[in-house]
T-cell receptor
């Protein structure tokens, strides 16, 4: 199993540009989560999906952020327009049984820098 | 306030020593998990302990859970330089969907 795959690994963009982060969860995992990690705020849950349906997006900071999961093997997190304070590492994670006896499998993250 | 607060924030020990990290939480949980994060990488799941369990082992790791005190500890025995990383606890609430991560303990093992 290749694990959770995120792309790109690094993204540097100018303020105001649109940024799209991508995630391929582990096959068979029915829950997918987007987290953001910064030194100041730690690991923050942005949104999670169960069976491709968004369950809780209360962590999405602003309307500039949106996430989709069109099918069980793909999700995107989009920021439009991007701002310097969006700079962070964004992680995607999947889980086999939502709330069940399994931990998360995290991707390697996308390091986003908005200049 | 944040569920899953680790203590200490940072820990520096010599190789071969044991490392103990603690985690406290506030609400009822289904389970508690520990993760490791190496610099620049994603979190790696180490161990999960259910709310009806008191102790669990995995290799050099030992996790305890005290639901009456709403606390857990992670013990790494005979530490190695490769154990240098940040360690996070995370709790699943009884609703089952939401997991809250703590701020982490940064462990540095000196060779």
């Amino acid at each position: 199993d290749a694990g959770v795959i995120q792309s790109p690994r690094h993204e540097v963009t100018e303020m105001g540009q649109e940024v799209t982060l991508r995630c391929k969860p582990i096959s068979g995992h029915n829950s997918l989560f987007w987290y953001r990690q910064t030194m100041m705020r730690g690991l923050e849950l942005l949104i999670y999906f169960n069976n491709n349906v968004p369950i809780d997006d209360s962590g999405m900071p602003e309307d500039r952020f949106s996430a989709k999961m069109p099918n069980a093997s793909f999700s995107t997190l989009k920021i439009q327009p991007s701002e310097p304070r969006d700079s962070a590492v964004y992680f995607c994670a999947s889980r086999g049984t939502s709330g069940g006896g399994n931990g998360y499998t995290f991707g390697s993250g996308t390091r986003l820098t908005v200049v | 306030s944040q569920q899953g607060e680790e203590d200490p924030q940072a820990l520096s020990i010599q190789e071969g020593e044991n490392a103990t990290m603690n985690c406290s939480y506030k609400t009822s949980i289904n389970n508690l998990q520990w993760y490791r994060q190496n610099s620049g990488r994603g979190l790696v799941h180490l161990i999960l302990i259910r709310s009806n369990e008191r102790e669990k082992h995995s290799g050099r790791l030992r996790v305890t859970l005290d639901t009456s005190k709403k606390s857990s500890s992670l013990l790494i025995t005979a530490s190695r330089a490769a154990d240098t990383a940040s360690y996070f606890c995370a709790t699943d609430d009884t609703g089952g969907f939401k997991t809250i991560f703590g701020a982490g303990t940064r462990l540095f093992v000196k060779a």
